[in-house]
């Protein structure tokens, strides 16, 4: 990744700040932090402006916020020092249209499975803290987080703080895990263990800060094979989750399916 055109040294400066704080924060909040610490007072509010304008305007922070780059504390961001990519545009639109493949595999094989009625209630809000809700014909109700990869070898899920919540809180809540093929069908169908989930989702140690999302690798003994709701009614079936790799399959048979 080549480095574009640079600003002077203070606007420079104020850009590598942003890039270290966006990590763990919110640009109002690092505004705040900025404006009223006396650690960051040797910078202007104009400089701490134009460095973040500058990093929005070369795509170093992405439109929501998101660095796009480490640059590490003892890092100058200069011509001849190129930071390790954290983000860029093409792999977040990659992983979107990998997420809305997998919620879309899901919502089709729960309706051709039966089931009374199935909804894809994350399309309306992400306020529900679940992608699908579904019934069966016996009444009962099914909230399933959807996480869906391309990856044959390992599974890595990022669960919101929301999310989390939810699941402690609903014992209908299920997490759904998809490997999506090159077509964009469904390749394999797991579910991930609620009981590793809890053991594995961080915990608050103050009232002072709280975690918001956390990047979850899942290991081949926290998944099983297709939809299982809570009690242990399977809903879908599934294959393998053994070795090689988390879904039992190799890249090269993922390539040819």
Not at 202 to 218: F, I, K, M, N, Y
Request: overall charge negative.
């Amino acid at each position: 990744m080549s480095m574009p055109s640079l600003p002077g040294d203070g606007t420079r400066e104020a850009a590598r700040r942003w890039l270290i704080h966006l990590r763990i924060a919110d640009v109002p909040r690092v505004r705040t932090l900025f404006t009223h610490h006396p650690r960051y007072a040797d910078l202007t509010p104009v400089q701490y402006a134009e460095g973040l304008e500058w990093l929005r305007r070369t795509d170093l922070v992405s439109p929501s916020g998101r660095p796009a780059v480490n640059v590490g504390e003892g890092l100058s961001l200069s011509s001849t020092a190129v930071p390790h990519v954290l983000w860029n545009a093409e792999d977040e639109e990659r992983r979107r249209a990998t997420g809305t493949a997998g919620e879309s595999c899901l919502l089709a094989l729960l309706r051709q499975a039966g089931m009374a009625s199935v909804e894809h209630v994350s399309a309306v809000s992400d306020a529900f803290g679940f992608d699908i809700a579904a019934t069966t014909p016996l009444d009962e109700h099914l909230h399933l987080e959807v996480k869906a990869t391309t990856d044959p070898t390992r599974l890595v899920v990022h669960l919101s703080r929301h999310e989390s919540d939810v699941m402690g809180a609903d014992p209908r809540w299920v997490m759904g895990a998809v490997l999506v093929g090159r077509d964009g069908a469904a390749l394999n169908v797991a579910t991930v263990s609620r009981s590793w989930l809890l053991s594995a989702i961080p915990q608050d140690r103050s009232q002072r800060g709280t975690w918001e999302s956390v990047r979850l690798a899942v290991p081949p003994e926290a998944l099983k094979p297709g939809l299982i709701m809570e009690g242990g009614k399977s809903v879908l079936p599934g294959g393998s989750c053994a070795m090689p790799g988390v879904w039992g399959m190799t890249e090269r048979e993922v390539a040819s399916a």
